[in-house]
């Protein structure tokens, strides 16, 4: 494990201790590089929590090949919510269908790029360990991967959808 990095040092001790962006920036690299559930390093009356990001999916930084997906932007509107064509609790009942869930509340997308073609559509053939989508949480772009073989029957989520941690993102029909 490596050493924190310096404190700064306040210039005055009446004055309220400044923290260097730098000092933070050294921090957040040292929780991710460590992978560390959380940091807190305590220096006079100051407190600074570092948390990291923790994940059943390894997440994985591929924001210079994403680095073209726009973030989704935020208006003063409500937001209005699709229904899927066919309810997931009326195709839960078929045995063979197996359900791919967000390992993590994130933003859903289908394809690697914009201008990219899907992971995935509907009536394709999906192995085990392959990439069906990324889910964005905290600018890390997570592989979601199929745990069975079998064809695609339904894509649930759609893409730039807020997903929550265990929504049903993909329906897989088991191969026999």
């Given at each position: ?104 509340t994130g933003?859903?997308y289908s ?17 085990p360990g ?47």
């Amino acid at each position: 494990m490596e050493h924190l990095p310096e404190l700064p040092e306040s210039e005055d001790a009446l004055k309220p201790p400044v923290v260097d962006v730098d000092f933070l920036r050294e921090l957040i690299a040292l929780v991710e590089r460590e992978d560390l559930a959380e940091l807190t390093v305590r220096w006079g009356e100051v407190s600074v929590t570092v948390r990291g990001v923790v994940s059943p999916a390894a997440p994985l930084p591929l924001a210079p090949l994403l680095a073209s997906i726009a973030a989704p932007t935020v208006t003063g509107q409500a937001a209005s919510v699709e229904v899927p064509s066919q309810p997931v609790s009326a195709v839960q009942d078929d045995a063979r269908l197996f359900r791919i869930t967000a390992p993590l509340t994130g933003v859903f997308y289908s394809r690697p790029r914009p201008d990219s073609p899907p992971f995935v559509t509907v009536g394709m053939a999906v192995e085990p360990g392959q990439v069906v989508a990324l889910v964005e949480a905290m600018k890390f772009f997570n592989e979601i991967r199929s745990e069975v073989a079998g064809v695609v029957r339904e894509i649930v989520a759609k893409d730039g959808q807020l997903v929550k941690q265990g929504d049903t993102l993909i329906l897989v029909e088991r191969s026999a």
